[in-house]
């Protein structure tokens, strides 16, 4: 086929999105260190250059320059003030950074872009290259696999739960509300992997009918709160799961590889009840024909970041995801979509 002249200009165009495209990242991260969308949205108006400047101690021409940024990839806009003044304004996306804010994913960028999970992808190459070897980038790069190195270290721990409670806020409230119905007649729910019960307190209390368990390692379980609706559990899923009306796993399986998933989800199914029992999946659902589909992108980034932190982990198609559900017993299953990069599995024996 021959390649117009318009198609090179396009290529040559994108390749130097490619040759900066850590910008974006760092650009993101420097905004959140520096609180610029909280300051910017306690504001309450367009705010401009110099107070903003002021508010956050920074130098203003190099401020500008991280603004003309941001406000050009739509993250922040600008608005006139007066007739020689323009200022900042909040968007969308730009609430997203709040540090703490009610769909902040800035916990997401900064556990991202720290160098813990920044080196390893410098070894994304030789993990393609060495067929049959599970030791993963992220252990090359810090010694020790992600398991492993959180618990070593208390820091990055926290670094990395941070983000695990913000998508369980988020995710969660998507399933409750773009498929309630998931959670009709369950009168007792565990958790699997549930760790601190983030997500299963975010369901009782949005079913107060369900009876909860939230079930994962002893250091998991240690740092849960204690609830009258929820009873924290201490086990190894690959061992025994409490029982059951349904198992809940949220972004549990991505970890392993289907060998591991079917030895979980078997224990799912012996913990759950033969004639109503079900099992609850949120999990990414690849649609790998699908061109332009800004989610869908994400899914596949999000694999690739499996392959890189986890030894075993990644993100799995609807056939892939069939497999490991047959695999494990389960007759039959359906996935509903919710506005998020997960979706909700159920699986019945």
């Known amino acids: 086929m021959e390649v117009t002249i318009k198609e ?21 991260k420097c905004a959140i260190e520096l609180g610029i969308a909280d300051v910017i949205e306690n504001y309450g108006s367009p705010m401009p ?8 101690r920074c130098e203003p021409s190099r401020l500008h320059r991280i603004m003309r940024f941001m406000v050009h990839d739509r993250i922040f806009k600008q608005e006139p003030i007066n007739q020689h003044t323009v200022g900042f304004s909040s968007t969308p996306l730009s609430r997203c950074l709040i ?35 599970n030791i993963s980038p992220f252990e090359v790069a810090n010694g020790k696999d992600l398991w492993s190195y959180a618990e070593a270290n208390p820091d990055f721990r926290e670094l990395f739960n941070n983000p695990m409670d913000c998508d369980a806020r988020l995710t969660v409230q998507a399933t409750i509300e773009g498929c309630p119905e998931v959670f009709d007649r369950v009168e007792s729910l565990v958790d699997v992997g549930g760790c601190n019960g983030t997500a299963l307190s975010l369901l009782v209390k949005a079913f107060p009918w369900i009876r909860g368990i939230n079930f994962d390692l002893p250091h998991a379980v240690a740092v849960a709160p204690k609830s009258d ?3 924290n559990v201490e086990g190894d899923m690959f061992m025994s799961i409490p ?65 890189v932190i986890t030894n075993k982990g990644r993100e799995r198609t609807l056939k892939e995801w069939s497999y490991v559900l047959r695999q494990s017993g389960f007759t039959r299953f359906n996935v509903k979509p919710i506005r998020a990069v997960q979706s909700v599995i159920e699986a019945y024996p």
């Open 8 to 28: 090179e200009a396009r290529a040559e165009i994108k390749i130097w999105n490619y040759v900066f495209g850590y910008a974006k990242i760092v650009v993101v």
């Open 229 to 231: 609706s929820i009873e």
């Open 243 to 307: 029982n059951a009306d349904a198992a809940f796993l949220m972004w549990v399986l991505h970890d392993w590889d289907d060998e591991e998933c079917i030895k979980i989800l078997k224990k799912c199914r012996e913990a759950i009840p033969e004639d109503k029992g079900k099992v609850i999946i949120v999990e990414a659902v690849l649609e790998e024909d699908k061109e332009g589909d800004e989610l869908g992108v994400a899914r596949l980034m999000l694999d690739t970041a499996t392959m």
């Open 99 to 133: 540090k703490g804010g009610e769909k902040s994913m800035a916990a997401f960028i900064l556990l991202m872009s720290s160098p813990n999970c920044l080196a390893p992808w410098h070894s994304l190459s030789a993990r393609v290259l060495e067929t049959g070897n």
């Open 49 to 56: 250059l110099s107070e903003l400047a002021t508010a956050l």
